[in-house]
């Protein structure tokens, strides 16, 4: 079993809809959170950060964190064309310490 | 945020050669890393780059193979050296947020396909 579960799609979507991506993992030390956006033939960027659990916001984008189910969400609301990309989740055991990372999913939105 | 230059963007090599790539970042940093990102998979550290020491490899990396070199704290090197078909991948330069790595930051990376 892999430490970080993400299947990579691809999700295809229409414009305007509710995005939900998803992780699963198995190291329960695991206490930070975080995803990373990949457009093609471009290096991956952190969108969103989070340590421990719950939620955190920022725009149409929501970081969920549930420790209990080692599961963790990224919603993106009202998604755009400019969307479309690959979505990386990674964790680490603390700040200072490699992320894992997992395999990626592959979004399109379509118009 | 650190603005990181990599170079060359692409390549097509032939199998038996060597191929360094450049990582260049607009400011010093501390922690500087090289991953592989292979199709379908997930970001796969190669090693650490150590200014002024050698590099220290993940498990499945030596140094022969893919030799690095950090001569300061703004600039790296990733040779892959006697390139087979399966060295083809994505090469990316990542740098920490200060002595923070769950805030990296990325290069454009390096793709690299060997025939």
């Known amino acids: 079993q892999k430490e970080v579960e993400q299947d990579p799609g691809p999700l295809s979507v229409p414009e305007g809809a509710i995005v939900s991506l998803n992780c699963t993992y198995s190291n329960s030390a695991f206490q930070y959170f975080m995803w990373y956006r990949q457009y093609s033939r471009k290096g991956p960027e952190l969108l969103m950060y989070t340590y421990s659990s719950g939620n955190k916001e920022d725009g149409r984008f929501t970081a969920q964190v549930d420790k209990s189910s080692k599961y963790i969400s990224l919603f993106i609301r009202d998604s755009q064309p400019s969307d479309s990309a690959t979505y990386l989740c990674a964790m680490s055991v603390g700040g200072s310490y490699i992320p894992t990372f997992g395999r990626g999913t592959s979004l399109i939105v379509h118009p | 945020s650190a603005v990181i230059s990599q170079k060359p963007s692409r390549d097509i090599c032939q199998r038996g050669t060597s191929l360094t790539i450049q990582c260049q970042v607009d400011?010093?940093?501390?922690?500087m890393f090289w991953y592989r990102q292979q199709p379908g998979q997930s970001l796969t550290l190669i090693a650490t780059a150590n200014q002024g020491s050698e590099a220290t490899y993940e498990s499945g990396f030596v140094i022969d193979k893919f030799p690095i070199s950090r001569p300061n704290l703004t600039f790296s090197t990733l040779t892959v050296s006697n390139m087979s078909p399966e060295d083809s991948s994505i090469y990316l330069c990542?740098?920490?947020?200060?002595?923070?790595?769950?805030?990296?930051?990325f290069g454009q990376g390096t793709r690299l396909t060997v025939v």
């Open positions: 990542s740098v920490g947020s200060g002595m923070r790595v769950t805030e990296a930051f």
């Open positions: 400011s010093q940093v501390t922690m």
